[in-house]
Structures are given as C-alpha cells and as structure tokens.
C-alpha cells in the first residue's frame, strides 16, 4: 500500500554535507509520522529523526544540531539534511512511515523503504 524509496546517500569526507530524501508512493491519504533511522554494522537500528504531519520534529541526541528533517506534503516526501558529518554517522539510513491513513477508516504503521548507505571517511 505505501512504498518508500530513498536517494541520496553516499561517500562523503568527514566535515561534509549529504541531502537524504524519501518519497512515498502507493494508496494512502496521509502519512502523519515520518523518520530516518540508521543502522551501523553490528549495531541496531536507532532513530536518527521523525517529523509529523503538524510539522513537529524529534531527535536523537547524537545528530541534534547537526541533522535536519523537512517534509514536503505536497510530494509526500521527507528529507534529512546532514551537516557535519561523522565517521561515527556511517551507516545505512532507512526511511519509515509509522502511521499511514490508508483510509478513511483504516490506518497503516511501519513501512520501511530499502535503505540507503551513508558513509564518512575520516
């Protein structure tokens, strides 16, 4: 019902910038949460950022300050702008779309889209 696909990582120097964004696609009315997670080699997946339909944003303490996310409703995509990267921030960075009005009576949760790699050389 709700596909997710990701763009925009890569390789970047330590210091550098990266723009992430996520569009999503498929048979749904409104998306009301969105966030980027990450997940490092033999690590777990952690929440980098979510953002709600009201504009309302939340943070893990690791990236405050340094990450953005934004959402365009208009083209049911989020972006998670990335200053200041870190090698620590190497990762592959996943989008997800917690809770999905698929109808007007009918509501979705977690779609996950495959995942984009983010890497930070020091």
């Known amino acids: 019902q709700v596909q997710l696909v990701e763009s925009g990582g890569g390789l970047v120097q330590a210091g550098g910038s990266l723009r992430l964004s996520c569009a999503a696609s498929?048979?749904?009315?409104?998306?009301?949460?969105m966030g980027w997670y990450r997940q490092a080699p033999g690590k777990q997946r952690e929440l980098v950022a979510l953002?709600?339909?009201?504009?309302?944003?939340n943070y893990a303490d690791s990236v405050k300050g340094r990450f953005t996310i934004s959402r365009d409703p208009a083209k049911n995509t989020v972006y998670l702008q990335m200053n200041s990267l870190k090698p620590e921030d190497t990762a592959v960075y996943y989008c997800k779309a917690e809770r999905v009005r698929t109808s007007v009576a009918q509501w979705g949760y977690d779609y996950w889209g495959q995942g984009t790699q983010v890497t930070v050389s020091s």
């Open positions: 498929g048979s749904f009315l409104s998306i009301n949460v």
């Open positions: 953002i709600t339909s009201g504009g309302s944003t």
